[in-house]
């Protein structure tokens, strides 16, 4: 049993990962504001009497100084994701992505305890290769295009934890999230499976943006959360990075269309221009599939 800190952890993806950490044994405290949508994820890990559920700011240095006492290993969730909002609020994206990584970080080193940093597949920006892998090239669009600031911060934190592995020897794995879904995942950070449910459910139209042509991959959430537990169980995985995700590539209109056999096929799908969904200074990536040969070589699955 280890005393773990899952920062974000009523998140998503944080939830997912806790119950597992729980299921395993593990003592978990649990990091994480109170943004919109996240209570149902609280509430299916409340009352378990190994977990502690701090309610704060990944930004508040001495609640992070406080709970880091006696963690043996932290998984850090805690970030501004999701297109839509970093679109919306990139200052507040660099703010939250980037100092309280460090801060971790440091404290991490104190009891030189083992560090999963969640990193996105949003670093390779829109790099054109069919496939990427984790030596490929980062392609950023320009600044004055909000949407990079996310990749960007996120590329940053990984500097900084493969300096803090090289330098200090801290156990650090980083892991590159592609899209993932299932239970409990909102549409309102921007994330397209849930929205096109909701929109269906409410008896549409669909909203695929642009062509519909654009590729995404679509991992499940309990399969990406036990690829973060095994990875950080892994002594060969420190130091190193790797991409998690499903290989299969979908178009966004094959993902609605799919939706729509599913839910009603009386519903519509209605193509709407990225610059009425997300603002003038929007750019979109047209595929994004990972190689990831790296995860299956370590894990073996
Ligand atoms: N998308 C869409 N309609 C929506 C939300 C998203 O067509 O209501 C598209 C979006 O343009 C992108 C893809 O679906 O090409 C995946 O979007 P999401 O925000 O889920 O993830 P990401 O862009 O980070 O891959």
Redesign the pocket.
Known sequence: MARCLVTGGAGFIGSHLTALLLEAGHEVVVLDNRAPGQARNRASLEGHPRLTVRIGSITDQFLLADLMRGVEAVYHLAAAV??KLVADDPALTIETNIYPTEWLLKLALQTNCRFFLASTSEVYGKNPKECWDESDDLFFGPTSRPRWAYGCSKAIDEFLALAYHKKFGLPVVIGRFF?VVGPRQVGHY???VP?FVEQALRGGPI????DGQ?V?CFGHVAEVARCVQQLVDTPTAAGEIFNIGSDTPVT?RQLAEEVVARVDPQVEIAYVPYQQAYGADFE??RR?VPDVGKLKRTLGW
């Open positions: 999701g297109v899209n921007g994330m397209v929205r909203q695929v943006y642009d654009q995404r966004i979109d990536v994004r």
